[in-house]
């Protein structure tokens, strides 16, 4: 009986080390051939003139491959995402742990995972459809298509991760951690945040992640409700992601070219942003729990 079950684990084990090993081997194989396509762009343009280049002309008697615009743009729209979803996810996760009952929890959580399930491109329909012709008659702006259209539709669609992933990390906070707390004169809503969420602080962190990454990696969203214009970033004007960049201009451009080349590129440091952003934050999250 032993000996079966004990190969049975390991089978299991083996079955598991393969799957984890695979992941690794999509990520190299993705990372390698970015790297390929992208680099000869890179050295033909010019590292300097590719990244700060302010203009952007792929199609121009003189094309130009300045992606600074890109690059700007999808900074700013991704920190106003995080700046506006990240408190509201994170209030909510906690209202929905500690302080709801179970039928609001259970209605909340309902529309949350309705919300999550929303196509990208229907975000982008309402975002063009509701949001747009608002902003342009709420600010007096010729027109709505905007980074601030664009910095809203990626704040309500990076919610539902940040809830979901922030709700089940304080739910798994142990209940003596509360209950010692309670016990030595703290008020229950000192508990949650001075105790439970600090106890819940690595799942935040993933949580906060997670919408970085759909708020940097969305492309069909922003596309409908940014303009779509290589302009250097500005609330009120039409602009262009990195995303973007590459969903509108990959369907045209021939392969092997210096214009396709260029793209690929473009995904390179898309790629590149998404691991300094992980590498930055687990790098605090371990020097936190040394501490």
Same mark, same amino acid.
């Given at each position: 009986?032993?000996?079966?079950?004990? @190969?049975?684990?390991? *089978? #299991?084990?083996?079955?598991?080390? +393969? %799957?984890?090993? /695979?992941?690794?081997?999509? !990520?190299?194989?993705?990372?390698?051939?970015?790297?390929?396509?992208?680099?000869?762009?890179?050295?033909?343009?010019?590292?300097?003139?590719?990244?700060?280049?302010?203009?952007?002309?792929?199609?121009?008697?003189?094309?130009?491959?300045?992606?600074?615009?890109?690059?700007?743009?999808?900074?700013?729209?991704?920190?106003?995402?995080?700046?506006?979803?990240?408190?509201?996810?994170?209030?909510?996760?906690?209202?929905?742990?500690?302080?709801?009952?179970?039928?609001?929890?259970?209605?909340?959580?309902?529309?949350?995972?309705?919300?999550?399930?929303?196509?990208?491109?229907?975000?982008?329909?309402?975002?063009?459809?509701?949001?747009?012709?608002?902003?342009?008659?709420?600010?007096?702006?010729?027109?709505?298509?905007? @980074?601030?259209?664009? *910095? #809203?539709?990626?704040?309500?669609? +990076? %919610?539902?991760? /940040?809830?979901?992933?922030? !709700?089940?990390?304080?739910?798994?906070?142990?209940?003596?951690?509360?209950?010692?707390?309670?016990?030595?004169?703290?008020?229950?809503?000192?508990?949650?945040?001075?105790?439970?969420?600090?106890?819940?602080?690595?799942?935040?962190?993933?949580?906060?992640?997670?919408?970085?990454?759909?708020?940097?990696?969305?492309?069909?969203?922003?596309?409908?409700?940014?303009?779509?214009?290589?302009?250097?970033?500005?609330?009120?004007?039409?602009?262009?992601?990195?995303?973007?960049?590459?969903?509108?201009?990959?369907?045209?451009?021939?392969?092997?070219?210096?214009?396709?080349?260029?793209?690929?590129?473009?995904?390179?440091?898309?790629?590149?942003?998404?691991?300094?952003?992980?590498?930055?934050?687990?790098?605090?999250?371990?020097?936190?729990?040394?501490?």
């Amino acid at each position: 009986m032993k000996k079966n079950n004990r @190969l049975f684990e390991n *089978i #299991i084990h083996g079955i598991f080390l +393969i %799957l984890g090993l /695979i992941t690794v081997g999509c !990520v190299l194989l993705i990372t390698v051939y970015l790297i390929l396509s992208g680099i000869p762009a890179v050295k033909e343009i010019g590292l300097i003139d590719f990244i700060f280049g302010k203009e952007w002309a792929s199609t121009a008697a003189v094309p130009k491959y300045g992606i600074l615009p890109f690059i700007l743009t999808s900074v700013y729209g991704t920190a106003g995402a995080i700046f506006i979803g990240v408190p509201i996810g994170f209030f909510t996760a906690v209202y929905l742990s500690k302080f709801a009952n179970k039928k609001v929890r259970a209605v909340i959580e309902a529309a949350i995972n309705l919300l999550a399930g929303i196509p990208s491109v229907v975000y982008g329909l309402v975002g063009m459809l509701v949001l747009v012709p608002a902003i342009c008659e709420i600010f007096n702006v010729p027109d709505g298509a905007s @980074l601030l259209a664009a *910095i #809203i539709v990626l704040a309500i669609m +990076i %919610l539902p991760n /940040i809830i979901k992933v922030s !709700v089940t990390a304080l739910d798994a906070v142990p209940k003596e951690y509360e209950d010692a707390s309670l016990a030595l004169g703290a008020t229950p809503t000192e508990t949650f945040f001075k105790v439970s969420v600090p106890a819940a602080k690595s799942g935040i962190a993933a949580a906060v992640v997670l919408g970085v990454g759909r708020a940097i990696g969305e492309a069909m969203a922003v596309m409908m409700v940014a303009g779509n214009v290589a302009n250097m970033p500005s609330l009120f004007g039409s602009v262009r992601f990195l995303t973007t960049a590459v969903a509108s201009e990959m369907a045209y451009s021939s392969p092997g070219s210096l214009q396709r080349n260029a793209l690929f590129s473009i995904a390179l440091v898309l790629f590149l942003f998404i691991m300094l952003i992980n590498a930055t934050l687990n790098f605090f999250l371990k020097r936190d729990k040394e501490q």
